[in-house]
């Protein structure tokens, strides 16, 4: 139920990397550089004694997230109101095509 150790690694590198290429504007501009948030007190994915522990991690990290990136966002190009954006047309996820629509199409043992 945790994070994998190397997704939260992943994240917690990616992050590291948008605050890089942000530090400059944000010490021009007098903003604090913030530090990649961390799950829990040691970035431990492990660290949750129960159900309740982990909803509360999970909540408090994803607070964290989106408030270092909203820190960060600025620095990076937004884009254009005049780009052409493409209709997206939904498609099924390659390999779940082969899957029965219903129960009833379940082959039979």
């Known amino acids: 139920m ?9 994240i917690t590198k990616k992050l590291a990397k948008l605050r890089d290429k942000a530090q400059d ?22 660290e949750w004694l129960n159900v309740n ?8 990290y ?3 997230v989106e408030g270092f990136l909203r820190r960060v966002a600025p620095y990076f190009p ?18 779940i095509s082969g899957y029965p629509a219903s129960v009833s199409e379940l082959p039979t043992p």
């Open 78 to 95: 937004k884009a254009s109101k005049t780009e052409d954006i493409e209709e997206y047309e939904p498609c099924t996820p390659p390999g």
């Open 25 to 46: 504007y944000l010490v021009e501009n007098g903003l604090a550089v913030p530090k990649p948030p961390l799950w829990g007190k040691n970035n431990d994915p492990e």
């Open 62 to 64: 994803r607070h964290e």
């Open 53 to 60: 522990d982990f909803e509360i991690l999970s909540t408090a």
């Open 2 to 10: 945790s994070p994998k150790p190397e997704a939260l690694t992943s």
